[in-house]
């Protein structure tokens, strides 16, 4: 059983930038396809960024060219550096993983981090 545990997020103005943080507990995400969701309640939730089990990294088109995601060299924790941010990025950001295949809803989440951008 994979856990995520999410942290960074923050109250910014609009144009700052937060690194967010996503931390397994006892796997790496070795093999594991790794992605960053968002969702503001209400409305469905979007998946903003994801790298694969071999390392090709997509981006939601609302925020390709401002966010970035990565991982350290241990592959045990995931980030989404989110640049240039916007009042519509503010949600509840979480970190999801899933074996070897990207499916549209992972098998693991984590807590969540609110992130909160003021313009």
């Known amino acids: 059983q994979m856990k995520l545990v999410e942290s960074g997020g923050d109250s910014v103005q609009a144009g700052g930038s937060l690194r967010l943080s996503c931390a397994a507990s006892?796997?790496?995400?070795?093999?594991?396809?790794m992605a960053w969701f968002r969702q503001v309640l209400g409305k469905e939730r979007e998946r903003v960024a994801v790298?694969?089990?071999?390392?090709?990294?997509s981006y939601a088109d609302s925020v390709r060219g401002r966010f970035t995601i990565s991982q350290d060299s241990a592959e045990t924790t995931l980030y989404l550096q989110m640049n240039s941010l916007k009042p519509e990025d503010s949600a509840m950001y979480y970190c999801?993983?899933?074996?070897?295949?990207?499916?549209?809803?992972?098998?693991?989440w984590g807590q969540g981090t609110q992130v909160t951008v003021s313009s």
């Open positions: 999801a993983a899933d074996w070897s295949r990207c499916n549209a809803v992972p098998a693991y």
């Open positions: 790298i694969t089990a071999v390392g090709s990294r």
């Open positions: 006892r796997y790496s995400f070795s093999g594991f396809c």
